[in-house]
C-alpha cells in the first residue's frame, strides 16, 4: 500500500472510532433521560391522583347531584306537557 492509501486508512479509522464513540454516549444520555422521565412520570400520576381525589371530596355533592340527575329518566316531550 502506498502513503495515500494508508493515510485514507488512518482517517477512516478515526472517523469510526469518532462515530462509534458519539453513538455511544447518545445512547447513554437517552436512557438517563428516560429514567428520569419515568420517574417524572410516576410523580405527575402520583400528583394528579391525589388532586383528583381532593376535587372529588370538595365538589362531593355536585357529582351526587349530576350522578342522581343521570338516574332519573328523562320525561318525553308528551309527558311533559
Do not use: C, H
Not at 428516560?34 to 355536585?62: F, G, H, I, P
Not at 349530576?66 to 308528551?78: D, F, I, T
Amino acid at each position: 500500500m502506498n502513503d495515500a492509501q494508508v493515510t485514507f486508512l488512518a482517517i477512516s479509522v478515526v472517523y469510526l472510532i469518532i462515530k462509534g464513540g458519539a453513538l455511544v454516549a447518545l445512547y447513554g444520555a437517552m436512557v438517563a433521560k428516560q429514567k428520569k422521565a419515568l420517574v417524572d412520570l410516576t410523580v405527575m400520576r402520583s400528583y394528579m391522583s391525589n388532586k383528583q381525589e381532593k376535587e372529588q371530596e370538595r365538589w362531593k355533592v355536585a357529582y351526587q347531584q349530576y350522578e342522581n340527575r343521570k338516574q332519573k329518566p328523562e320525561l318525553e316531550y308528551s309527558e311533559a306537557l
